[in-house]
Every structure is written in C-alpha cells, then in structure tokens.
C-alpha cells in the first residue's frame, strides 16, 4: 500500500515548495483535483520542482475538454516529470457539466470509456508516427499533420485512472483504464460489496487480472494529537459527508447501510443553503463507517488495517478544503514510512 497526499485549493507560488516536502516526507504521488483551480497548471510546477514523486489528477473532468486537449497536457507532463504523470479522469455529475460548464451531458459511461481509447490512439500516432485514425460514437480524429505533432517521449506509457461510484463506471474502469479512483465518501462495505466486484467484472471482459490495475482513494481522516483537534476535525468531515450525501450520485453509498432516507432532507436543506442544519443530520455512526481515526502517530497503522486487500494507494483527505499546513508537515513525517514493506 502506497500513501499519497493531496493538492485541493493552492496559491501557484506555493506548490512547488508543497511538492518538495511532499516528495522530502516520502510520499508516493501528490494529487490534484478539479474543484477551484485547474488540476494541471499546478503539476507542471511540482514536475519541476521535484524528482521522485509521481504527479496525477484525482481527478481532471473529461467531458469539459476535447481528448485532443487532454492528450496535449498529459503529453507534456508526462515528458517533464520524466515519466511520472498519472492522469485520473471523471465526469462529475450532470448539473455541474450542463450548468456550470455549459457542456452536453449524455451517456456517461460510454463517452468516457471512448475518451480512453481515443488518448491511446493520439498518443500512439504521436509515438510511432502512424497516421492518426479514431472514429467512435462521440469522437472521430483524422487529422494529424507535422506541425501539430509533438512526436515522440522517452516514456510514453501514461496510467490512466476513472474516477467511479456506481457498477457501470466500475466496470468501465476495469474494462479500459490502468487504476480507478474511488470516491473518498465510502465505506469498506460499499468498496468491498460493489466498487471491487464490478472492476473485476471489467478486468474479466478485457481479460486482464487486478495483478496490474491500481486500486486508488482517498480517506477522510478525524486526526488530531488531542480530543479538541479531533473533535474540531470529526465537524469538518462532517460537513463533507453530508455535502456528498446530499447528492443523488452518491445515494448508493447510503443504501448499502439503510441509511438512504437522510438524502431528501440533506437535498432539501442543500438548496436551502442550511449547510450547518446538513451536518447535524450525520451521526457518529456515519462518521465512523467513513472517517478513519487517530493521532499523528497511529493513523498510518489504521489506515493500513482499514484498506488491506482493499486499496493499493491511499491518500489524505483533509478537510475542510485544506491541505498539509507548516504545522502539521512534521507530525506527518514519519507517516509514509509505516507503509513501506
């Protein structure tokens, strides 16, 4: 089990010092997600400024880009870090692709499981230099003359991951992608009932084995050295849980414990911008089907309990919205270590 961390909310300048000490702690990847910045910008700064530590999206919204444009960026970043990029893609869900991107949304599972073809096809027209020929259902490239092309990289074999909740998209991450990001709001028994079984339905119909395919999540955590930190910690997870539960994607999560019939209220006080009348509606025991606890010192042990057989790489979630702060980096310093064989 590999321990990364994550990169949510960012001031650029201050990445590639984050990427250094995230790279000097001995994380495995530093993440990037789509929420309130462009997830790629900060990674071409880290490919810089660092040079062990792989590079990925957790994720990059897929529909909002043209394959052409995600071949581009995962191209050159995979040349500058020399190898290390790892491009994790994901829908979002359909208001935020119509509503605030102004984007078609339709036939999620398809276009995306298309979206990975149409990347291996550039980028093997790029590598080889083989005439550029893709045409799918959502998607057709024909065109590919010298000017455009960026040619060839000492390693062009770019690991994608989907991000997946529900059975199809599992399975289509099984079928098409080298590793899948599951949705940091789970619980063991979602993952161990539903995400695994459906990816390895997937990895069958490719004939494949999840010898070489990457399991990937994120884990909220309640962690503090203090009853006062974790209680100010056990809140703010809180509220993230009942943001995520307050969506009807998610609603399977909820109903593999009963628990579905919190979702109208949490969807009803969502619109009513009640974001704190949400949180009370989560109980401890939701807290600690999804929330792994502990101190700086013994979380890594936890986490490695809590996922074993069930996760290859693991990272971080800290919330609310924040990342790794000064104070924190070096009770986190020895943490990498503990998942080390």
Same mark, same amino acid.
């Given at each position: 089990m590999i321990l990364d961390v994550g990169l949510h909310n !960012? &001031?650029?300048? /201050? %990445?590639?010092? !984050?990427?250094?000490n995230a790279?000097? %702690?001995? !994380?495995?990847? =530093?993440?990037? /997600?789509?929420? +309130?910045? &462009?997830?790629? =910008?900060?990674?071409? %700064?880290?490919a810089t400024s660092t040079t062990s530590l792989q590079l990925g999206t957790a994720i990059a919204l897929a529909f909002i880009r043209s394959p052409?444009?995600?071949? !581009?960026?995962?191209? &050159? =970043? +995979? *040349? @500058?870090?020399?190898? #290390?990029?790892?491009?994790? =893609?994901?829908? +979002?869900? *359909?208001?935020?692709?119509?509503?605030?991107?102004? %984007?078609?949304?339709?036939?999620? @599972? #398809? *276009?995306?499981?298309e979206i990975v073809l149409a990347l291996r096809t550039i980028w093997n027209c790029w590598q080889t230099g083989l005439p550029l020929h893709f045409k799918g259902e959502f998607y057709s490239f024909s065109l590919m003359t010298p000017t455009f092309n960026p040619g060839p990289i000492p390693q062009p074999e770019i690991p994608i991951y989907l991000a997946a909740v529900n059975p199809i998209m599992c399975r289509v991450s099984g079928e098409v992608a080298d590793g899948i990001h599951m949705h940091p709001f789970h619980t063991v028994k979602y993952l161990k009932d539903h995400v695994r079984p459906n990816v390895e339905k997937g990895l069958r119909a490719s004939d494949r084995s999840t010898k070489n395919f990457v399991f990937a999540t994120a884990a909220f955590v309640v962690i503090g050295d203090s009853e006062s930190e974790r209680s100010e910690s056990a809140e703010a997870v809180k509220q993230k849980i009942a943001f995520y539960a307050s969506t009807r994607t998610y609603e399977p999560v909820l109903a593999v414990h009963g628990w579905e019939g919190i979702l109208p209220e949490l969807h009803r006080k969502s619109i009513a911008g009640d974001w704190k009348g949400m949180t009370r509606l989560i109980t401890d025991e939701m807290l600690d089907a999804v929330a792994v606890y502990g101190t700086y010192e013994n979380i890594g042990k936890r986490l490695q309990e809590r996922y074993a057989g069930i996760a290859d790489r693991i990272r971080l979630y800290f919330y609310a919205g924040s990342e790794v702060s000064a104070t924190a980096w070096p009770r986190l310093h020895a943490l990498p270590k503990q998942f080390r064989p």
């Open positions: !960012y &001031d650029l300048p /201050t %990445v590639a010092s !984050y990427a250094s790279e000097a %702690v001995g !994380y495995g990847a =530093l993440w990037t /997600t789509e929420s +309130q910045h &462009d997830p790629f =910008l900060p990674l071409a %700064v880290a052409m444009e995600i071949a !581009y960026v995962a191209w &050159d =970043l +995979q *040349k @500058a870090s020399a190898g #290390r990029f790892l491009l994790g =893609l994901g829908t +979002q869900v *359909k208001a935020h692709n119509e509503r605030r991107f102004a %984007v078609k949304f339709e036939s999620p @599972a #398809r *276009k995306l499981r």
